[in-house]
């Protein structure tokens, strides 16, 4: 197993191997201690592997709870929210007490949100099942839910008291959910560090604990320097701009790794346009992407005329990204270095626009 430690307003580990998930009971004990443990989580997850933290936390001693939802971004709303901090107060929780994601980025948001809320803040642990919850939204901090005018537009900051990746679940995943994470092992590649787009061949455990291992350390190194996304935190949004847009446009029918993956596309080729990388780098990002069997350009989309530049820009101007007349978008200068750029809101649609 590997650590790593993550130190922001609360310092924690991630902790990414194989084959320890059984055990996850006892490592959650030795670390936030408590009575009860209340488990978030989908029904198709808890299905796979609810009964098997059930056990492990009971034999650690812990009386165990579950809340279970239907599966999928839909899920991600005020409703579910509300319903989850109602179902703690019932079991009477206590602040002393933990509460348990147990899925991809959909429970580890809202299951963050309501341990950031309830009694205005109880133990929170993350064990992401998926690859794009292991690399990138179990740990940082980000938690939340969507509201009818856009994505994650109601949430908190709240950084967990322990990440478990236990690479292993990953053998569950439908390849497309698996696709999904590797949108984001990308953007890691894009932003950070181009040695990450070399190595994407090898999906073995070995080699995907070394890359989320990696993805880790980016994203703890850039959470330690920009917490609450002021500045250099920014970065990570590559792709999500117009990736926010095209999920919602979709009523998030279109999956969040696919439409980051057009997003990084759509942003990268408007780079291009605007002189500020080469076409060069545009070719790895497609040549990585198709590769990984993702979608690179808006017109990849099955209804054209929904996902025009207008619409697009149109939803983006929601986005929680925007501050006032400018709105920030992330551009590539290279494979492994990328810049922040206010973009002023009038030229949102005619940036979108280069794309096409």
Known sequence: M??????????????????????????IRK?????????????????????????????SGYRVVKHVFTKGEVSKNTETYLSIVEFLAAEKLTRSDVVIALGGGVPGDIAGFAAASYMRGVHFVQIPTSLLAMVDSSVGGKTGVNLTAGKNLLGAFYQPDLVLCDVSLLSTLPQEVFADGMAEV?????????????????????????????????????????????????LLNFGHT?????????????????????????????????????????????????????????????DKTKYNAKNLAEVCLSDKKRDGDSITMVFPEKPGSCILKEIPVGELEDIIALEL
């Open 242 to 302: 117009v990736g926010h847009a095209i999920e919602k446009l979709s009523n998030y029918e279109i999956s969040h790794g696919a439409a980051v993956a057009i997003g990084m596309a759509v942003e990268t080729r408007a780079a291009v346009s605007m002189g500020l990388c080469d076409e060069s780098c545009l070719d790895e990002l497609i040549e990585t992407l198709q590769k990984h069997k993702l979608p690179t350009s808006l017109a990849d989309l099955p």
């Open 186 to 234: 990308i953007k890691y590649g894009m932003i950070r560090d181009k040695t990450l787009l070399e190595v994407l061949g090898d999906c073995s455990l070995v080699a995907l604990s070394d890359i989320i291992s990696r993805c880790i350390e980016i994203k703890r190194d850039i959470v330690a320097e920009d917490e609450f996304e002021q500045s250099t935190r920014k």
């Open 31 to 59: 670390t936030v201690g408590g009575q009860v443990a209340a488990i978030i989580s989908d029904d198709t997850v808890f299905e796979l592997y609810g009964k098997r933290l059930i056990n492990s936390l009971e034999n």
């Open 2 to 27: 590997e650590k790593v430690t993550v130190k922001a307003s609360k310092t924690y580990d991630v902790i990414i191997g194989t084959g320890f998930f059984d055990d996850a009971g006892s490592m």
